[in-house]
């Protein structure tokens, strides 16, 4: 019998080497005489033994699959759910007009330089103080101070239903004030809808209801500023005017109360037909001034006119050559889109494209 523990020593040339038998001989059905072939041994991706290795280790498996879900729960339950309101809002591309023999000529402006310009009056501060103002949200303590993002407090929170806030007596109304703006500008998000002059504004908060309302106030808020400005430049043209047109009117009433004083102290009259020269200059003054009174009431009736949305009617603006050409090309296109529309959709590329440009025309119209 060979002994398995035996060392054979095995001599070459120069060296020699110290051969287990464990090399030769491993049962009478794996015997080699050249030695083991460890190469053949490996046995590979065993499916079987993994699933022993499953079956042995079972109870650590499940207790770190029960660790982990644990854990997932817990972080879940100490973060606060957000929610996510989203509103549009259309920037129409205003274009440069100049009036010349009442008619309009338009020249295009950038439309990246238009929508970042809106973009930043829809994150600015002035708009925010506006939403909180309009919204009374420096007066309600749950949106100034809103449970954690992240906290271990919130577990209990959540697992009772109950929200600690502080109380609203401990600020001053500035403060709140400002913690709401800050707020109103922390979580809005304002971005460009892709190939479109539309730009999405959203705004996220702990409570639906809140995230709703400040979004759609945010884009009534941008259009009411709007129309203040609007307002607001069309309130100091008039005040310039109605300020020019008193100017001249006393320095016509002051000219002619010297012109009378004048002709009583150097004892001038006028006795039939003839007529002295300060006379003459008198009665062109109030001629003059006739006139004048008579173009400022016609002035005023054409702003009056045009404020009240009444503009298109005048007649310089009904005979101009240029609105003329404008409302033939409005018909022509609003006739191809009624005819194209029993063939196509509206939302057929050649019908959008249709509908930009009487929009367009009917913009300058």
């Known amino acids: 019998m060979l002994d398995r523990n035996r060392q054979h020593q095995i001599a070459g040339p120069g060296h020699g080497q110290a051969l287990s038998a464990d090399l030769y001989y491993d049962g009478a059905q794996n015997y080699s005489p050249y030695g083991r072939d460890y190469a053949e041994q490996d046995e590979g991706f065993n499916p079987l033994r993994l699933f022993f290795y499953a079956v042995q280790y079972r109870w650590l498996i499940v207790m770190m699959l029960a660790g982990g879900l644990v854990a997932g729960i817990v972080v879940t339950m100490m973060q606060t759910p957000k929610y996510r309101a989203t ?107 892709p190939n479109t002059s539309l730009l999405s504004i959203t705004f ?93 009431l016609d002035a005023g009736r054409i702003v009056d006119q045009i404020d009240k949305g009444r503009g298109a009617s005048l007649g310089p603006v009904l005979e101009s050559e240029g609105l003329q050409k404008i409302t033939d090309k409005l018909a022509d296109l609003t006739s191809q889109y009624q005819q194209k529309l029993g063939i196509l959709k509206p939302g057929f590329p050649e019908m959008q494209q249709l509908q930009a440009q009487i929009k367009e025309l009917q913009r300058l119209y």
């Open 87 to 193: 509103a549009q809002l259309e920037v129409l591309v205003p274009s440069a007009k100049v009036f010349k023999d009442i008619e309009v000529v338009s020249e295009a402006s950038d439309d990246y330089l238009v929508f970042e310009t809106a973009r930043e009056k829809l994150k600015s501060r002035a708009l925010a103080q506006r939403v909180v103002f309009q919204l009374g949200l420096s007066e309600k303590p749950d949106f100034l101070f809103p449970t954690p993002d992240f906290s271990p407090s919130n577990i209990f929170y959540r697992a009772f239903g109950i929200s600690k806030s502080p109380a609203i007596e401990e600020t001053t109304p500035e403060e709140r004030e400002q913690i709401a703006i800050g707020r109103v500008r922390g979580d809005l998000t304002v971005d460009l809808v």
């Open 204 to 296: 996220a908060d702990q409570k639906p209801k809140y995230a709703t309302d400040i979004a759609n106030q945010i884009a009534q808020s941008y259009i009411d500023q709007r129309l203040d400005q609007t307002s607001e430049t069309s309130d100091l043209a008039r005040q310039f005017i109605q300020e020019q047109v008193l100017q001249v009117k006393e320095k016509l009433q002051k000219s002619e109360e010297e012109l009378v004083a004048y002709a009583k102290d150097a004892g001038i009259t006028i006795t039939g037909d003839e007529k002295s020269l300060i006379g003459s200059n008198i009665e062109a003054l109030n001629t003059a001034l006739a006139t004048a009174i008579q173009e400022r």
